[in-house]
């Protein structure tokens, strides 16, 4: 069994298409993947990743983060978190990897501009209670690993923003 990449994933927390996609990656996830997830609504990103951002999407993006300090935008994100996971998921995204994302992000750019529209949106972020709360992070001491001590190069939370 192949140890786990330790990531974040920041993503549109008010999107419902959004959402649906981190209840997708929760409920194939075991305990030996090391993902969390933070709303977009709750973070300042740093510069250079907004920056980074702005260019390639225009600011629409899920953002992946991984604990060996690379930053993954669009398909390349939506792909290195479907590698997490288990069985078929880790396969499609591998064959899915082998399209170049010049041909990839396209499509990623189709759903991405349309998805409020179809799927709809909320008007606040809530993360959720129970179980499922534990794959999110709210604030800095909910940071897992390596990504603690990292994350100001990439965000700070907007309580912590001066």
């Known amino acids: ?87 078929p998921y880790n396969r499609l995204a591998g064959a899915l990897h082998l399209i170049p994302a010049i041909l990839r992000n396209p499509v990623y750019d189709f759903i991405g501009k349309r998805r409020y529209r179809i799927w709809g949106r909320k008007n606040v972020c809530v993360l959720p209670d129970g179980e499922r709360r534990k794959y999110f992070v709210a604030v800095e001491n909910d940071l897992s690993g390596e990504l603690k001590a990292k994350h100001e190069k990439y965000f700070l939370f907007k309580s912590a923003v001066k």
């Not at 969390?36 to 951002?53: A, D, K, T, Y």
């Open 1 to 87: 069994m192949k140890s786990a990449t330790e990531m974040l994933v920041l993503y549109d927390g008010v999107c419902l298409f959004c959402e649906g996609w981190v209840n997708f990656v929760i409920d194939r996830m075991t305990e030996r993947h090391r993902i969390q997830f933070i709303p977009l609504q709750s973070v300042e990103l740093s510069p250079e990743v907004q920056s980074r951002l702005d260019r390639m999407t225009g600011g629409d993006s899920i953002v992946c983060i991984s604990a060996d300090d690379h930053i993954y935008l669009k398909s390349d994100a939506t792909l290195m978190i479907m590698k997490q996971l288990d069985f």
